[in-house]
Each structure stands twice: as structure tokens, then as C-alpha cells.
């Protein structure tokens, strides 16, 4: 496949996956302060995790270019970009205390049973399996905060979710800065592998890198229907 080809087959998925039954009943559930402090404990996680999953593609992955794709997307996700000087991790601790949460109550978050789950499979499939399906894992949750592919389904997980939390905590944007820089970031994130899969998704790399994406997209359906059933079960 081409360009054009492989951001149809990524779109593809992260529309269904936005889409789906999953995605729909995780966006009804009406945030309260508690359910808002859960979900952005078990994202802490998740996005913490993403920082080892990342190193595990690198570190099978034997193309000195992918590499420093790597390493750049990650410069951003840890050190600094333009959203912050700290590293993503920053963003949520600062968004977090719009909700009274302190750096220490998410630095030391639990993790519920699916998160658990989910992202010791994450995990597994960044480690053991072929670099190319790793990285497909990866990127492909990063589809799912697209603006530019979402727009008619409500934006992508972070537009969804920022609206959500302003409807229903009274609060702006301007307390949302997890949100608000991930409307941007992850849409860079997303251009910038694009090419990688043109170069190297022929044959039978294509059907591997799919099925990885596919799988990276079951997974993140089951890691939010945790998040759901865990929000519902707070009063």
C-alpha cells in the first residue's frame, strides 16, 4: 500500500473503534469529581506504560531512521515539546488538580483489574512480537485522537473527553491541559509514522502491521470498558 492506503486502513479502524458500542457507552457515562479523578489515575498508568512499550520497539527495531522516530516522538512524551516543559506526564498532574488531585495521588495510582490487563498485553506485543507490529500497537491508539479524521463522530478521545469534563465539572479548557495538548499532539504523531509504513508495509509485513492494529484497537476498547464499569460502579 501506499501512503493514501495506509492512513485509509488506520482510519478505518480507529472510526470503528470510536464508534463502536464500547466507545459509545464509555462517552455516556456522566463524569462526576470521583469518576473524573479515577479515569485520569488509570491514564496516568497507561500513559506511563506507553514510555516502556515505546523503548521495547526501539529496542527491537533495527532501522536506525524508525529509531530516531522513536526517539524524537518520545523527546516529546518525556522531556519537552511545546505543550510542555516537563514531559506529558506533566499534563496530567496539572490537570489533575482541577480535580483535586495531587502529583502524589497520581504518581501512585492502583491500577483497576483491566488496565492491569490490558497493558500487560500492550506490553508483550511491544516486546516479543516483530518491531513493525509493536509499533503499529503503538501508533494505532494515537489514531484515536484525531480531530481531523473524527470531526463527524464528536473529535477524537481527547476532544470528546474535554467536553465531557466541561459539561459536567463546570470547569474550561484552560484546566484541561492533558486534553488540550493531545488534540494536537498525537495528530503530529500520527503524520509522522505515516511514512515508515509505506516503506516497510509490503508483502507480508502489511498483514502483520494490520493484524497488530487491529489488536492494539481490541485492546483499547477493553481497557476503556474497565474504565467505564469502573466509573459506573462510583456513586
Given at each position: 500500500?501506499?501512503?493514501n492506503?495506509?492512513?485509509?486502513?488506520?482510519?478505518?479502524?480507529?472510526?470503528?473503534?470510536?464508534?463502536?458500542?464500547?466507545?459509545?457507552?464509555?462517552?455516556?457515562?456522566?463524569?462526576?469529581?470521583?469518576?473524573?479523578?479515577?479515569?485520569?489515575?488509570?491514564?496516568?498508568?497507561?500513559?506511563?506504560?506507553?514510555?516502556?512499550?515505546?523503548?521495547?520497539?526501539?529496542?527491537?527495531?533495527?532501522?536506525?531512521?524508525?529509531?530516531?522516530?522513536?526517539?524524537?516522538?518520545?523527546?516529546?512524551?518525556?522531556?519537552?515539546?511545546?505543550h510542555?516543559?516537563?514531559?506529558?506526564?506533566?499534563?496530567?498532574?496539572?490537570?489533575?488538580?482541577?480535580?483535586?488531585l495531587?502529583?502524589?495521588?497520581?504518581?501512585?495510582?492502583?491500577?483497576?483489574?483491566?488496565?492491569?490487563?490490558?497493558?500487560?498485553?500492550?506490553?508483550?506485543?511491544?516486546?516479543?512480537?516483530?518491531?513493525?507490529?509493536?509499533?503499529?500497537?503503538?501508533?494505532?491508539?494515537?489514531?484515536?485522537?484525531?480531530?481531523?479524521?473524527?470531526?463527524?463522530?464528536?473529535?477524537?478521545?481527547?476532544?470528546?473527553?474535554g467536553?465531557?469534563?466541561?459539561?459536567?465539572?463546570?470547569?474550561?479548557?484552560?484546566?484541561?491541559?492533558?486534553?488540550?495538548?493531545?488534540?494536537?499532539?498525537?495528530?503530529?504523531?500520527?503524520?509522522?509514522?505515516?511514512?515508515?509504513?509505506?516503506?516497510?508495509?509490503?508483502?507480508?509485513?502489511?498483514?502483520?502491521?494490520?493484524?497488530?492494529?487491529?489488536?492494539?484497537?481490541?485492546?483499547?476498547?477493553?481497557?476503556?470498558?474497565?474504565?467505564?464499569?469502573?466509573?459506573?460502579a462510583?456513586?
Amino acid at each position: 500500500m501506499d501512503a493514501n492506503g495506509w492512513k485509509s486502513a488506520f482510519g478505518k479502524l480507529a472510526r470503528e473503534t470510536m464508534s463502536s458500542t464500547e466507545l459509545e457507552r464509555y462517552y455516556s457515562v456522566p463524569i462526576t469529581r470521583a469518576r473524573a479523578q479515577l479515569l485520569l489515575q488509570q491514564l496516568s498508568l497507561y500513559v506511563r506504560h506507553r514510555r516502556d512499550c515505546w523503548a521495547f520497539v526501539s529496542g527491537n527495531c533495527p532501522v536506525l531512521s524508525v529509531k530516531q522516530k522513536i526517539l524524537a516522538h518520545e523527546y516529546e512524551e518525556m522531556i519537552r515539546d511545546q505543550h510542555s516543559e516537563h514531559g506529558h506526564l506533566d499534563l496530567i498532574i496539572r490537570q489533575g488538580k482541577a480535580i483535586g488531585l495531587t502529583a502524589e495521588d497520581i504518581l501512585k495510582a492502583k491500577p483497576i483489574a483491566s488496565t492491569t490487563a490490558t497493558l500487560y498485553a500492550w506490553g508483550w506485543m511491544c516486546k516479543k512480537k516483530h518491531w513493525l507490529e509493536g509499533l503499529a500497537a503503538m501508533t494505532m491508539t494515537e489514531w484515536n485522537q484525531d480531530d481531523r479524521l473524527l470531526a463527524d463522530l464528536g473529535g477524537g478521545h481527547a476532544a470528546r473527553m474535554g467536553e465531557l469534563w466541561i459539561k459536567y465539572l463546570g470547569i474550561t479548557w484552560d484546566d484541561l491541559p492533558n486534553w488540550k495538548a493531545h488534540r494536537a499532539a498525537d495528530k503530529e504523531h500520527v503524520d509522522m509514522f505515516l511514512p515508515i509504513w509505506t516503506e516497510f508495509g509490503h508483502g507480508e509485513n502489511e498483514e502483520i502491521i494490520l493484524q497488530a492494529a487491529k489488536e492494539s484497537e481490541e485492546l483499547y476498547r477493553v481497557y476503556q470498558t474497565g474504565i467505564a464499569d469502573a466509573m459506573e460502579a462510583l456513586t
